[in-house]
């Protein structure tokens, strides 16, 4: 019998295992390529989710990922009152994701390749599921610009 009691003690043991934390599986640090592929300047917005594509959306925010060696990353972004705020990743592989450790321990995000410009990026619950309904898509900002620039011409 699997009641509520049993569940949530199983949670409560999890947690405890796991010093409390967000579970995390076993990923192996991405290779040179991969990391230094997120590098470079990049436009974030609201990754589109569907039934909403209609739906208008701010201006995209910048955002500067600079590649540190290894597995390693800094993300900069730049918040709503113009303050910049930079975050120290371990870039991670698992399957067709890449999940983001924080260097800190603070926390952890997965990104995910759209395309060869694109990528989304969603932050992980306690259980280690990425949310991607609420996700993050940026686009590099070369890649913006040539599709900024197609709109135009197309008009």
């Known amino acids: ?10 949670t409560a043991l999890g947690f405890a295992l796991w010093g409390g ?6 990923a192996k640090n991405a290779s040179e390529a991969d990391t230094q592929w997120f590098a470079g300047e990049w436009q974030a917005g609201p990754a589109p989710v569907e039934g909403y594509e209609t739906i208008i959306v ?12 290894g597995a390693r990353i800094d993300r900069t972004s730049t918040l709503r009152n113009g ?7 371990v870039v991670k592989h698992f399957g067709k994701n890449y999940p983001w450790w ?5 926390g952890s995000l997965v990104a995910r390749k759209v395309d060869e410009n694109t990528f989304d990026l969603a932050s992980v619950g306690p259980m280690g599921k990425a949310d991607w309904d609420h996700a993050s898509r ?3 900002v070369t890649a913006a610009a040539d599709v900024a620039a197609e709109t135009e011409v197309g008009r």
Do not use: C, K, W
Not at 21 to 26: M, Q, V
Not at 58 to 69: C, D, F, K, L, Q
């Open 1 to 10: 019998m699997n009641t509520m009691a049993q569940r949530i003690g199983i």
């Open 83 to 89: 303050q910049h705020v930079t975050v120290a990743f």
């Open 58 to 69: 701010a201006e995209p925010t910048p955002v500067t990922i600079r590649y540190e060696g």
């Open 138 to 140: 940026h686009t590099r």
């Open 102 to 106: 924080t260097v800190d321990g603070s």
């Open 21 to 26: 934390g967000a579970l995390r599986a076993d």
